[in-house]
T-cell receptor, first 113, second 113 residues
Framework: AQKITQTQPGMFVQEKEAVTLDCTYD???????LFWYKQPSSGEMIFLIY??????QNATEGRYSLNFQKARKSANLVISASQLGDSAMYFC??????????FGTGTLLAVQP | DSGVTQTPKHLITATGQRVTLRCSPR?????VYWYQQSLDQGLQFLIQ???????AKGNILERFSAQQFPDLHSELNLSSLELGDSALYFC????????????FGPGTRLLVL
């Protein structure tokens, strides 16, 4: 069975600093995808970044990068130069042989001025 | 804006009632997914349709049903509603069936009184 673990219920970061949100996963699938989504207080789910299990390079999208360590089964999200608008809940998710997304419990990030 | 639309945004109803949630996928997307987000169970996959056919099923209750129409919009029907069905229901879409990024709609917030 697939599982996503996010061990940080909440985090604080100072504006303009970098922050790492942890995510570990478990799967028996050889091919899978890892995703990060952002959920602001308004409730929508915003796609941030994707990493395929066979991708050799870590994914990057603007200020977001995914630190993919396959042997450790970790897919941490790094946000550089945090902004106040980054305050939100962040979910790590994966998809494998089935198409459904399995989500972690999320990390609530608060960016302080 | 993800391009996925969901109506209504909010729904308040009573126990025992039936409601229909509607989703229009992004232009060109053939796959539609439904997810439920509740405080006690987090984000859970309910069901997936691809080009009108059911493709995958998750922890969807028998009281819930869904379909995807020829124009690719989808409806999620919830019947005999219980207090515990109160949740945020998301629709997501992707171009194909598997391991592609799913883009989420704004969600329908259901409150059962």
């Amino acid at each position: 069975a697939q599982k996503i673990t996010q061990t940080q219920p909440g985090m604080f970061v100072q504006e303009k600093e970098a922050v790492t949100l942890d995510c570990t996963y478990d799967t028996s699938d050889q091919s899978y995808g890892l995703f990060w989504y952002k959920q602001p207080s308004s409730g929508e789910m915003i796609f941030l970044i994707y990493q395929g299990s066979y991708d050799e390079q870590n994914a990057t999208e603007g200020r977001y990068s995914l630190n993919f360590q396959k042997a450790r089964k970790s897919a941490n999200l790094v946000i550089s130069a945090s902004q106040l608008g980054d305050s939100a809940m962040y979910f790590c998710a994966m998809s494998g042989a089935t198409n459904k997304l399995i989500f972690g419990t999320g990390t609530l990030l608060a960016v302080q001025p | 804006d993800s391009g996925v639309t969901q109506t209504p945004k909010h729904l308040i109803t009573a126990t025992g009632q039936r409601v229909t949630l509607r989703c229009s996928p992004r232009s060109g997307d053939l796959s539609v997914y439904w997810y439920q987000q509740s405080l006690d169970q987090g984000l859970q996959f309910l069901i997936q349709y691809y080009n009108g056919e059911e493709r995958a099923k998750g922890n969807i209750l028998e009281r819930f049903s869904a379909q995807q129409f020829p124009d690719l919009h989808s409806e999620l029907n919830l019947s005999s509603l219980e207090l515990g069905d109160s949740a945020l229901y998301f629709c997501a879409s992707s171009t194909q069936q598997s391991r592609e990024t799913q883009y989420f709609g704004p969600g329908t917030r259901l409150l059962v009184l």
